[in-house]
């Protein structure tokens, strides 16, 4: 059994389309807010943690926070139906849980309201802890910065890492970054972040041996480096209006291939573009059920 721990926020997400670009003092309507995304389970551990679990890994664990409310009932519910467990979700007595409104303008932009609800500063509980002790494997995506600092403390020598980046300087300091890009077995990025992984690297000294980078291009694929061999592998361009969770999804691919012993890098960052593809693709067939 491998055992994955992914950590960060949570999130119950809210989908809407509109007819327009919101404007201050006026009303924008909304076309169309899918009754299966109303809410949908969020959050990049969320989103991580069902790719492993449909990958193949028995034991992946979300390390995150949610409110003492009945929506913090329904995110593990939502978890649980994914096969995911929920031995690493605490919840937060008074609190209420996260949720995000993700408002998707027509021409594909999109306004996220999200609202963390749970205190500032948190750290891990000793539950979460042993969970990720426990663990072969430990994903760090976004979330409060003692948490962070705290799991990366937890994770035992032989265990491996995986830093899914996001550009937050809030959460992720430049020496929390550099922590990570010089501990990190596998990292995933988007173009968009690259210049981030670069100025972490610059200040990370020597790497793990065997880092293998993963920076996604959207449409036109992603960009794989190991050894300094690096090599470009093509997707399938998919028409999507709501394209959250495409990034942690293929993160939790990429990471169930190699946590399951593939070594090809090839056929690793293929397993990121399937689950990736599956998440889009499936809601597109939604979409066009209920048009």
């Not at 979300?62 to 690493?88: I, M, Q, Y």
């Not at 750290?123 to 663990?135: C, E, H, M």
Request: charged share 20%; hydrophobic share 45%.
């Amino acid at each position: 059994m491998t055992r994955i721990a992914i950590t960060g926020y949570a999130s119950l997400d809210h989908v809407v389309m509109l007819d327009g670009i919101p404007t201050p003092g006026r009303t924008t309507t909304i076309l169309e807010r899918p009754e299966e995304a109303w809410p949908r389970l969020g959050g990049s551990p969320s989103y991580v943690a069902a790719a492993l679990a449909a990958g193949g890994v028995d034991a992946a664990s979300p390390v995150s926070w949610v409110g003492e409310d009945e929506a913090g009932l329904d995110f593990r519910r939502h978890l649980e139906a994914r096969n995911v467990l929920t031995d690493g979700i605490a919840t937060v007595a008074g609190a209420r849980t996260p949720m995000a409104i993700l408002a998707y303008e027509p021409d594909g932009g999109c306004l996220c309201l999200y609202h963390p609800a749970i205190p500032k500063g948190l750290g891990l509980t000793l539950p979460q802890k042993q969970v990720i002790a426990n663990a072969d494997w430990l994903c760090i995506t976004i979330g409060p910065l003692q948490a962070t600092r705290e799991a990366l403390d937890a994770l035992s020598p032989e265990g491996s890492l995986c830093w899914v980046v996001k550009d937050d300087p809030a959460a992720l300091p430049p020496d929390l970054a550099v922590q990570l890009a010089a501990r990190a077995d596998l990292i995933c990025f988007s173009a968009a972040e690259a210049a981030f992984v670069d100025r972490a690297f610059a200040s990370a000294g020597a790497r793990r041996a065997g880092q293998m980078l993963i920076e996604t291009r959207g449409g036109a694929g992603a960009q794989v480096t190991v050894g300094g061999v690096t090599s470009l592998v093509a997707s399938e361009p998919l028409a999507i209006t709501d394209p959250t969770g495409a990034g942690d999804t293929f993160a939790g691919g990429a990471l169930a291939a190699l946590a399951g012993g593939e070594t090809d890098p090839v056929s690793i960052v293929k397993a990121g573009h399937k689950a990736a593809r599956t998440l889009l693709s499936g809601r597109v067939a939604k979409h066009n059920e209920s048009a």
